[in-house]
């Protein structure tokens, strides 16, 4: 795919360098340098896990990010309105229109952190995320569709600490997503009423429901494509620039699709960190 797109480009007279590395850490580590030299753009071809790794390299460049989308889901090219058609994606590139956008940023009590363009899952959220990247097919939204049912079978819950700027929650929840975009997971609208660049953070908490817990889950799981899911009345959701999560247990932590931790951790929005080719709004 990522031969394709060059092609594509070189087609309207653009010079283009093709970099893929042997693995994860070697394609960063390239893309890291691309950045720092001459380069003009990082075009990106892949999915949102793609995209990320390029945020890692990019950011503080200055140099601005394209992206030909060509993962299993897309989320962070659908929030800008950027084709899935290869060949329409390469037309945005070529119209030159770049958008500032915000990103997100984790951080752990060890020192690490983690930077994401979508959403940040914990709980079950994050528990799908790893079911998900175990399973070779089927590809696409389908795919996260399966792996919720089947950790929904294993359903449990864990008691949150939960700080969004000054308002402070403490319940049992079954997850809690921190989103930058409105969906992950190939369209699912976790934080409908997010924006990439309103400088703050939505956050979704799912809280246990009394009684039927799985019941009131399966119930509710659906109209996540819609974005309908808020309107659940054991669904809250707030937004801020920072956010702090603590639980017991310990839950795991995913951005963008990627495993990069577990609680406790703290998410603060980076405003217009990066820009972004994209088609005018």
Known sequence: MAHDAAELLRARDVEVEVIVGEDIADAADLAG???RGDTDV???V???GTVRLAVEAIIGSGKPLAVIPAGSGNDFARNLGIPLEPADAVEVVLAGHRRPIDLGRVSFPDGQTALFSTVAATGFDAAVTARAIDMRRP???SRYTIAALLELLALRSRHYQ???DDQAVESDLVFAAIGNTTSYGGGMK???AASITDGQLDVTLALTPPRLARWTIARVFPKVFSGKHIDSPNVRTMRGEEVELYCDPPALVSVDGDLVGQLPAVFEAVPHAIEVFAPAS
């Open 46 to 48: 892949g999915g949102d």
């Open 190 to 192: 976790i934080t409908p």
């Open 139 to 141: 590809r696409g939204q």
């Open 42 to 44: 990082i075009v990106v």
């Open 162 to 164: 939960v700080r969004v």
């Open 33 to 35: 340098k691309a950045a």
